[in-house]
């Protein structure tokens, strides 16, 4: 069975700082691939996704994802992180119509 | 517009009790989705369903059935409950297919006492 991880449990930054949060997952055929965003007390949003195509996917708020086939990774990226990005972040991956979660990435941004 | 909406938003309720949460999604999806995320956060699927096939996690106990009344809507009704099932249940919706993306509702809380 495919597997998501997400290897940062949880990550604190000041704004302005550089972010990057790790996805990889094991599943050697075509998949889709998904980051969520949960803002605290809501639910998961999409932030981007990447289906086929550009490997560099870009989505709302500023954030990016790069796909790289040979690590089976899907990291999402933003240069600039703001306060209002404090959330916690799901890498999810659809393969063969099953959808799976990693476990999720706390942000924190410091003011 | 709600994408996906569900009632209750918090439910609090003693163990054994049965109880109900409702989802329904105005958006043409053709399939639905009950996931639990605990305490620590992780997103766990417990169903997929269309109008063809179920499919079920099986850790799932059977205590959870889903019950989809027609495409727009997928209650999961839980009976018997136990404390290890406080947790946030979200609903979601898609159209069929690899490819689609997924649509979450608010999350319904759920406390066992």
């Known amino acids: 069975a495919q597997s998501v991880s997400q290897h940062n449990h949880h990550v604190i930054l000041s704004e302005a700082a550089s972010l990057e949060l790790g996805c990889n997952y094991s599943y050697g055929g075509t998949v889709n691939l998904f980051w969520y965003v949960q803002y605290p007390g809501q639910h998961l949003q999409l932030l981007l996704k990447y289906f086929s195509g550009d490997p560099l996917v870009k989505g709302i708020k500023g954030f990016e994802a790069e796909f790289i086939k040979s690590k089976f990774s899907f990291n999402l990226r933003k240069p600039s992180v703001q306060w209002s990005d404090t959330a916690e972040y799901f890498c999810?991956?659809?393969?063969?119509?099953?959808?799976?979660f990693g476990a999720g990435t706390r942000l924190t941004v410091k003011p | 517009d709600t994408a996906v909406s569900q009632t209750p938003k918090y439910l609090v309720t003693q163990m054994g009790n049965d109880k109900s949460i409702k989802c329904e999604q105005n958006l043409g999806h053709d399939t639905m989705y009950w996931y639990k995320q605990d305490s620590k956060k992780f997103l766990k699927i417990m169903f997929s369903y269309n109008n063809k096939e179920l499919i079920i996690n099986e850790t799932v106990p059977n205590r959870f059935s889903p019950k989809s009344p027609d495409k727009a809507h997928l209650n999961l009704h839980i009976n018997s409950l136990e404390l290890g099932d406080s947790a946030v249940y979200f609903c979601?919706?898609?159209?069929?297919?690899?490819?689609?993306?997924?649509?979450f509702g608010p999350g319904t809380r759920l406390l066992v006492l």
């Open positions: 979601a919706s898609s159209l069929s297919g690899r490819q689609e993306t997924q649509y």
């Open positions: 999810a991956v659809n393969a063969e119509g099953d959808m799976r």
